[in-house]
């Protein structure tokens, strides 16, 4: 119990969370003056949605506080405070108990089991409402605080969709379980209350027309009635008076019987303003009396009517007479007949069989004289009407709410009345007042609304239960598949992430999923911004992009090209889109390899190649071009997109590396050349210093000196042919690849290589099956070759050494398969270990010590032969390596 | 076997002074012979190192070896160090080398032996090989 209070303890709050509950509170309560009447007394507040809104968000006791204020306007509506002790329940219920649960269902609950049976006894044993009004109250209230709380859900989707208060706080995502709970309710309850308001004040004035239109027939009943007695009494009353002129003066007394029940006293006042004779009636006769009165006032002119008879004509009289003028002698006569007590009520209001009607007569002179039994509060109220209601109810009904401080609004609308008025001709001055309770309209319209209230809290139950079913079953089924992919996950899933924290996540998901279309319209805009940028892009990055048409599937003319073209190649897009322009910017080397590359375009294929355009200054520069050839979709014309860079800085990078490759391979091959120089210049030497002695010495005869001559230059000779060798040193690629004889290319490299190997002691064997042509330039193939003659030799030398060479051998084969030439480079050496097999054609990986090898080598073989369309492969076995290259078979030139 | 007439009375009063010079490269070996005897040498040229390391043994005459180190058989390393292994102790052969090969590894093991790279810088040679003749 204490721990209880303790939980609830304001001041644990912090101070801007209690102002934010006690703002809250205010507005629910100003909001709550806003009421939706739905007729007779009840009304839809919806104060407390704006609190529900933030249940997610404020802490427990925020929210009991906030409803707590709300809730104070009750108390001033309806006049008890078993309404407001109500909300401060449904809160705590809801923001405390049962705050796991979707709130919507929370509050379904809670009126289900406690606010239903707390009002039930409240309202009945302590208000004291009659039944009917009783069950509609509690169900009405049921549903408005059913319809505040999703309402209120409402309003939270809404926030969290609004994404800048994200800043200020942490908003929780609504659950699967909640939004779907939440939207079956709004669909059902939104559209009822919207009905039942708009509804209300018809039916209401439906009512009262009903019981003002009974009201009015009754008056008209009551006008006839009157007019009918006046009528029919005035002509026997006239009747009588001239039969006594003209025969004699003594009425008979059958006369007076049959007048008796109804007058109390009659005089005739003959010409000249005397008295002709007068009955009164004393108990049940009427006689006829002597002595005369005073009634000299009392005019003929005025036709028959009735007049409140009183001898002082005071105030607070309802004593009425019938006055007829009649006709004595040519001159003229009056009869007053004083009418007896109650006669007029029991014309006017029937014969009172019908005692929930109210009757009035009323007169702004004389006062009001109820004509029927009616209660003190409805007298007080006919009383108090104002001359205006007076005047308004001649033509149509007046509400008379039977309001009285201190009850609930509910309540009074049981005691209202609605009020009609009449004049009739024969009572000028009078007006006749007809009331009826509304309490049957009421009731039949309460009846009707909770005929609808309760069906449409059947609904409510009925989607409660729905939506808690299909929750439990999607968690089910969510759960045996999380179960089974825990299962296949296994030792995946951290043991401590239960299967009901994962359902949590997964509809926290759905929960984002719900508000994705939110996103969405974020994304748009981020979309547009993305548009922008990839324009500047285009215009400022440092590629061309172009677009062109292909006509009869080559390149046609250019129709867009950015302007970073000018940075590239200096000419400016309006240069470029002249037809013609490209064609003769081509280097003329690659103008053929473009043509072939550009032929044949059609939809969905794609070319890129490489070749050379003129900068406008004159000097040409290597780009890479890709063309991405579609057909427009509207037309049935074939369009091409394409990018251009600006790659003569990897061209030359690559020209720089190959070169630097070749002199690594002369670094590799210098002693044996070395070697192979010093013979013939040691031979010179010898010779040279053997004339010089021989002149010196005098013997200068042509017969010792030419021969040895001829071999100084014999050796010469062979000194130039071994430098003559190295020309790949000296060459850089710049031609196109034409078609070369294979074994031509194998051979100048062994020669070229031969120094070095001899000097190793390497021998070498050249096969070949027929001659093999393939299209590439001899300069770039004899550095391949130069690499793998090397590298076999070093292989070699790794195995035997130096000293005892006779044992290696290199065989090279070049033979065709296919349409492929295949070159083989086999050796006896070393071999290349299988970890280093993966590794060969990296660049910069090498087995060598840094002096002896630069690890380019197989890495620029590789991307030679991939260039010319090939293949390069090694193998390695006990007995040695095996290179294998293959390169696309070409035709022999003519030349 | 080219013996000069010139130097033939002298070499059997001093022994071993003559020079046996090994190449492999036959077109150039006139050219040395012709070198040495202007140099004022008895000299014996061979281009098979074989041939060459019989001679040495069954000629007492020669003082000096000039060898070429690459050849085919036997290497000039390997052929001095057979010499020195099979010669009598009481004769004394000095070794030079002539090679053409830059790289000189190959004589790390024989370092007591002047080594002179093709082209030969020819008064050092004879320098060499006078030196080695009057050593003994």
């Keep these: ?895 | 076997m080219n013996v000069s007439s010139d130097n033939a009375g002298a070499s059997s009063e001093i022994p071993q002074s003559h020079v046996l010079l090994i190449d492999d490269e036959q077109d150039v070996l006139p050219e040395y012979q012709e070198f040495l005897e202007f140099a004022g040498f008895a000299a014996f040229t061979s281009a098979d190192p074989v041939e060459a390391y019989e001679r040495v043994l069954n000629t007492p005459e020669i003082g000096v070896v000039v060898t070429d180190l690459r050849m085919a058989k036997i290497d000039g390393a390997s052929l001095i160090r057979k010499l020195r292994a099979a010669l009598p102790a009481e004769r004394h052969v000095g070794f030079i080398i002539l090679t053409g090969d830059a790289s000189t590894q190959m004589v790390s093991d024989i370092a007591d032996v002047p080594v002179f790279l093709k082209p030969a810088d020819t008064d050092a040679l004879i320098a060499a090989i006078r030196f080695a003749l009057v050593r003994p």
């Excluded at chain 1, 009512?207 to 009974?214: E, F, H, L, M, N």
């Excluded at chain 1, 039969?243 to 003959?270: V, Y």
């Excluded at chain 1, 049935?636 to 002199?663: H, Y």
């Excluded at chain 1, 290589?753 to 021998?763: F, H, I, R, V, Y």
């Design chain 1, 1 to 895: 119990m204490k721990l209880a209070l303790k939980n609830l303890a304001w001041p644990k709050m912090h101070r801007h969370e209690l102002l934010a509950a006690m703002l809250l509170g205010l507005a629910g309560f100003l909001l709550n003056f806003f009421e939706l009447p739905l007729g007779w007394g009840m009304q839809f507040v919806f104060g407390n949605a704006i609190i529900f809104a933030f249940i997610r968000v404020l802490a427990p006791q925020s929210i009991v506080l906030a409803i707590s204020i709300s809730g104070l306007w009750t108390l001033i509506l309806w006049n008890h405070p078993w309404a407001w002790l109500l909300w401060v329940f449904e809160a705590i219920f809801i923001a405390v108990i049962c705050r796991r649960n979707a709130p919507v269902q929370s509050d379904v609950i809670f009126w289900a089991i406690l606010a239903a049976p707390m009002l039930f006894l409240t309202y009945s044993d302590i208000i004291k409402i009659d039944e009917l009004s009783l069950s509609l109250v509690v169900i009405k209230q049921a549903a408005n605080g059913i319809l505040n709380v999703v309402i209120g859900e409402l309003i939270y989707a809404a926030l969290i969709g609004f994404n800048p208060m994200r800043k200020f706080v942490n908003w929780p995502r609504v659950k699967l379980e909640s939004a779907v709970i939440t939207v079956l309710m709004a669909i059902i309850l939104i559209p009822t209350a919207f009905y039942l308001v708009l509804d209300a004040p018809n039916s209401e004035q439906t009512a009262r027309k009903d019981v003002g239109g009974t009201l009015e027939n009754r008056l008209l009943v009551s006008g006839v009635a009157l007019n009918s007695w006046v009528q029919s009494r005035s002509v026997v009353l006239r009747m009588h008076a001239e039969e006594q002129f003209q025969k004699g003066p003594a009425p008979r007394q059958a006369f007076f019987d049959e007048l008796s029940p109804e007058f109390d006293h009659i005089t005739i006042i003959g010409n000249g303003r005397k008295i002709q004779w007068s009955a009164q009636s004393s108990g049940e006769k009427m006689r006829l009396v002597t002595e005369s009165s005073s009634q000299s006032s009392i005019l003929g002119r005025y036709g028959v009517r009735l007049v409140t008879s009183s001898s002082q004509r005071t105030r607070n009289s309802r004593h009425f007479a019938i006055i007829v003028p009649f006709s004595a002698d040519g001159k003229a006569g009056i009869i007053v007949a004083q009418l007896r007590d109650k006669l007029l009520d029991t014309l006017i209001a029937g014969r009172g069989e019908q005692s929930s009607y109210g009757v009035f007569l009323v007169s702004p002179l004389q006062g009001t004289f109820p004509l029927t039994q009616v209660t003190e509060v409805l007298g007080d109220q006919v009383k108090s009407l104002s001359q205006e209601q007076r005047v308004i109810s001649l033509q149509s009904p007046v509400l008379l709410p039977g309001t009285g401080y201190g009850d609930p609004v509910m309540t009074n609308w049981r005691n209202a009345y609605i009020l009609r008025s009449a004049r009739v001709a024969e009572l000028p001055e009078w007006q006749i007042f007809a009331v009826a309770p509304l309490a049957p309209a009421v009731s039949k319209a309460r009846m009707d609304q909770l005929q609808l209230f309760t069906a449409l809290i059947y609904f409510v139950f009925l989607i409660t239960l729905v939506a808690a079913v299909l929750s439990q079953k999607m968690s089910q089924a969510m759960r045996q598949l999380l179960q089974s992919a825990a299962d296949l996950a296994d030792a995946g899933m951290p043991q401590n992430r239960e299967v009901g924290q994962l359902i949590e996540e997964v509809q926290d998901i759905s929960g984002m999923i719900a508000f994705a279309i939110t996103t969405f319209g974020r994304e748009r805009g981020a979309l547009a911004r993305y548009q922008r940028r990839l324009k500047s892009i285009a215009q400022d990055a440092p590629v061309v992009v172009y677009a062109l048409d292909v006509v009869d599937g080559t390149r046609g003319s250019l129709v867009y090209v950015s302007e970073s073209l000018e940075d590239i190649l200096g000419y400016s897009p309006a240069d470029a889109i002249d037809p013609g322009w490209w064609s003769h910017a081509i280097h003329p080397e690659d103008y053929q390899a473009c043509a072939e590359a550009f032929a044949g375009l059609e939809a969905g294929k794609v070319v890129s190649v490489e070749y050379r355009l003129r900068h406008k200054d004159g000097h040409y520069v290597w780009i890479y071009d890709t063309l991405s050839v579609e057909a427009n979709p509207h037309s049935d014309a074939i369009e091409a997109v394409g990018v251009i860079i600006d790659i003569s800085e990897r061209k030359a990078a690559a020209e720089q590396l190959l070169q630097a490759d070749k002199m690594a391979s002369l670094g590799r091959m210098i002693s044996g050349t070395a070697h192979e120089l010093n013979q013939p210049l040691n031979f010179i030497k010898m010779a040279v210093s053997n004339l010089r002695e021989n002149a010196v010495r005098g013997r200068m005869d042509a017969d010792r000196f030419l021969p040895k001559l001829e071999n100084i230059l014999a050796q010469v000779e062979r000194a130039s042919a071994i430098l003559l060798q190295m020309r790949i040193f000296g060459r850089i690629p710049k031609e196109s690849p034409y078609p070369i004889n294979v074994k031509a290319t194998v051979d100048a490299v062994v020669m070229m290589a031969s120094p070095q190997l001899e000097l190793d002691g390497t021998q070498v064997e050249v096969t070949d099956k027929g001659e093999v042509h393939v299209r590439a330039l001899p300069v770039l193939l004899e550095q391949v070759l130069l690499n793998l003659l090397l590298n076999a030799n070093d292989a070699i030398r790794a195995r035997y050494g130096s000293s005892s060479a006779a044992e290696g051998r290199i065989k090279i084969t070049v033979t065709r398969r296919n349409q492929l030439a295949v070159i083989t480079v086999d050796d006896n050496g070393a071999g290349i270990p299988a970890g280093v097999l993966r590794k060969i054609f990296d660049p910069f990986y090498t087995t060598k010590a840094p002096k002896d090898g630069t690890g380019l080598g197989l890495s620029i073989s590789y991307g030679i032969v991939s260039d010319l369309g090939g293949v390069i492969r090694a193998r390695s076995s006990r007995n040695g390596a095996r290179f294998t290259i293959e390169l696309p078979l070409a035709e022999a030139a003519v030349a």
